[in-house]
């Protein structure tokens, strides 16, 4: 490995060491915590200005050298279609958890919470999903790259990726800039990377001054069942799946992609980790198409950690409320809250303004009781975050696999840490951009590194 590859393994070495002193931080001046948050800001609004160009000329190289449309529509028709049955699937562990452990007994509102709680109501009333659906849609053509919304962009890119498709060998000129561009875009990342450590340090502190340990203290068992709903879900239900149909280890592939988790872990924003995540699937052996429409569509619609927050907060606050709901109460208002949560997608707190928003339209009565949520719901949207990108991973290793667009021997070199991923440029340089991963083998790979631990 390069002296260059060598330097970015200081530099998450630092990010472990800023999130520790935010935390040291946070706990000791709780006042000067608060006021390092927009450090933390700052750094998420650095990688979400670099998500839309990124998306673009993925989606755009992916699509743009596929022979046939229709390939396109199988993929994102797979990829619906299984976050649709994952969904359910979160929803369902979070019924059963949360039913079984009850967490919210012997908890006592307040006014101030209350007033938290409204607050939160009127931002889930801000968005419905014909709104969502019609801002799908861009202003202009240019208004969906300098609006950062993930989904207009990933639609202009469809359209030009199948546009260059059409235009056959003409393309290949615009294709070719485009390769250059997303080159380009990459070394910017990279660079915006050294500042993670600051980023990290500043909303570390920034949370750990406002919470406090009371908070902490009193909402720790709906935290910990939470979390540990999450690693249920990730575990018992991703896991096998992934090792059933792509043969590939869950804890191999999270270890490949550890970095993400501690960036995301650091920042709270799984967006932080979305550019990356496209890189180090195509790494992997993933193909362009399917890493290009998987992935950023999974950012809006595939939120199994959402999911499983949504289900278990609900339960909570009608358990502290006094006002439990029956099963089928339980059932259609969570239906309601997954299929709002896709048009909060990519809004910072969206978990907890679908929460009080649905709670609103459904049962306005147990609305204040989300204020007893609001203190720790940043805690809370860590796990959100790290199962989203997770079950993001997972999907689109899937999706390559049942379309036939993923290399198991590509993965296993990987894996196995003989192919390492280029951390300097975020790109593939043995492959090179411009020439697509060799077609999976038809035998099956025995490698240590896809063994199912």
């Known amino acids: 490995m390069s002296a260059a590859r060598d330097k970015t393994h200081y530099l998450y070495i630092a990010v472990i060491l800023a999130v520790v002193a935010g935390i040291a931080i946070g706990f000791a001046a709780p006042d000067v915590g608060v006021a390092l948050k927009p450090l933390g800001t700052a750094f998420v609004a650095l990688i979400k200005m670099m998500i839309s160009p990124i998306i673009f000329c993925t989606i755009v190289l992916g699509v743009g050298s596929v022979t046939k449309a229709a390939k396109v529509g199988r993929v994102g028709g797979l990829a619906l279609g299984y976050f649709i049955a994952m969904s359910t699937v979160a929803l369902g562990i979070g019924l059963l958890v949360g039913n079984l452990v009850d967490p919210g007994q012997g908890l006592q509102l307040t006014d101030e919470l209350r007033k938290a709680a409204e607050a939160e109501a009127a931002k889930g009333g801000e968005t419905d999903t014909v709104s969502f ?35 056959g060998e003409r393309a290949k000129p615009i294709l ?12 910017i990342l990279a660079m915006i990377m050294w500042a993670a450590p600051v980023g990290a340090f500043g909303a570390i502190a920034a ?25 249920l879900f ?22 490949y992609l550890g970095r993400e988790f501690l960036l995301i872990l650091s920042t709270s924003s799984s967006e932080s980790a979305l550019p990356r995540l496209i890189a180090k699937m195509e790494h992997l052996g993933v193909s362009k198409p399917v890493v290009g429409i998987t992935v950023p569509t999974g950012y809006s619609f595939n939120l199994d950690g959402t999911a499983i927050y949504l289900t278990m907060a609900t339960l909570f606050v009608a358990s502290a409320t ?73 999907a689109t290793v899937l999706i390559g696999t049942w379309t036939g667009e993923f290399d198991r021997e590509r993965a296993a070199e990987v894996l196995a840490g003989r192919a390492p991923f280029d951390e300097t440029t975020l790109l593939d340089d043995e492959h090179g951009d411009d020439t697509p991963p060799p077609p999976p083998p038809a035998s099956r790979t025995d490698d240590p590194a896809l063994s199912p631990v």
């Open 133 to 167: 659906l019609l801002g799908i849609i861009p202003t202009t053509l240019v208004s969906a790259f300098t609006e950062g919304q993930v989904l207009q962009t990933l639609l202009v890119a469809l359209f030009t990726g199948f546009a260059l498709q059409a235009m």
């Open 176 to 187: 070719n800039g485009i390769t250059h561009i997303q080159r380009l875009v990459f070394r």
């Open 207 to 231: 949370v750990v001054g406002a919470t406090g340990l009371d908070a902490l203290r009193s909402l720790g068992v709906i935290m910990l069942a939470f979390y540990l709903t999450c690693l």
């Open 234 to 255: 990730v575990f018992v239900i991703l896991g096998p799946m992934l090792w059933l149909v792509a043969r590939v280890g869950l804890v191999s592939l999270l270890r």
């Open 322 to 394: 006094g006002a439990p709901l029956a099963f089928g109460e339980q059932v259609s208002l969570l239906v309601f809250m997954m299929i709002a949560s896709k048009g909060a997608a990519g809004v910072t707190g969206a978990g907890l303004a679908t929460l009080a928003g649905g709670l609103q339209s459904h049962r306005p009565d147990l609305v204040d009781g989300v204020g007893l949520i609001v203190g720790i719901d940043r805690f809370m949207s860590e796990a959100r975050a790290l199962t989203n990108f997770a079950g993001n991973a997972v």
